[in-house]
């Protein structure tokens, strides 16, 4: 069983008319995020040189704590908010280490 932490990145671009809506959709979703058992980081970026393009920079406990994580009702809903506010569908990176530590 792995129990390494899990390193998510998100991207995904907002629809400029709706560039507000979603940076609130999104710090709501982080908050709520943050207080879940096993959340280690959970952070939200926009691109410096595309201020509509959102990454958000996760790190989960393990495994089991990013599935409860996808399946909680504030993501669900905040997924629900998003539609037609993006412009397609975001992009989810399960990142995993190229290289191990050497310790």
Do not use: F
């Not at 709706?18 to 999104?26: K, N, Q, R, S, Y």
């Not at 709520?32 to 959102?54: I, N």
């Not at 908010?81 to 191990?100: D, F, N, Y």
Request: aromatic share 2%; proline share 6%; charged share 25%.
């Amino acid at each position: 069983m792995n129990t390494r932490p899990i390193n998510v990145i998100i991207i995904a671009e907002a629809l400029p008319a709706h560039l507000e809506d979603v940076h609130a959709i999104m710090a709501e979703v982080a908050n709520l995020s943050r207080m879940e058992e096993g959340c280690l980081r959970y952070d939200v970026y926009s691109d410096s040189e595309h201020p509509t393009r959102m990454n958000t920079i996760e790190l989960w406990q393990d495994q089991a704590s990013l599935d409860r994580h996808l399946a909680s009702p504030h993501v669900r809903r905040g997924v629900m908010q998003l539609i037609g506010k993006m412009a397609g569908l975001p992009q989810l990176r399960i990142l995993r280490p190229a290289v191990e530590e050497l310790n």
